[in-house]
């Protein structure tokens, strides 16, 4: 009986953080940690271990069909650095139509460039820290 409580409860507990995620997604996930780009380092070293104002932020984190690069459980905040490649056209439409999903789930998202991380960190850990309450 207390194992079966635990393996409800741990169910329970990753499908709201994860929003339903397949076991795929998770693997994805897992690799994307893997392989993180230079921005996504830079900025995860200044959020890992609660450092922003006290908030856990996952990286590469599953929910529903995507892995979002960071997310604020808490605040229900997704936070996601775009390369260059998201300044073509059908890579914005997805974005718009990604961003509008995760809308429909109760998330907020908001965007920064490599760029952004790179060469101002400062602003970025600011307006991160903006939208956590």
């Not at 690799?31 to 780009?37: D, E, G, S, Y």
């Not at 998330?107 to 920064?112: D, G």
């Amino acid at each position: 009986m207390y194992i079966r409580n635990m393996v409800y409860q741990k169910k329970s507990i990753e499908t709201s953080l994860n929003y339903g995620a397949k076991k795929s997604i998770f693997e994805k996930a897992e690799m994307l940690r893997r392989k993180m780009t230079d921005p996504e380092k830079k900025l995860w070293g200044c959020v890992k271990d609660n450092q922003l104002k006290g908030y856990k932020i996952r990286r590469q984190h599953p929910i529903d069909v995507y892995v979002v690069d960071f997310y604020c459980h808490k605040a229900k905040l997704v936070i996601e650095i775009d390369g260059e490649n998201h300044s073509l056209k059908e890579v914005r439409e997805k974005d718009q139509s990604r961003t509008a999903e995760l809308n429909e789930l109760g998330l907020k998202v908001i965007r920064f460039t490599n760029s952004e991380v790179m060469d101002n960190i400062d602003d970025v850990l600011n307006i991160i820290s903006q939208n956590l309450p």
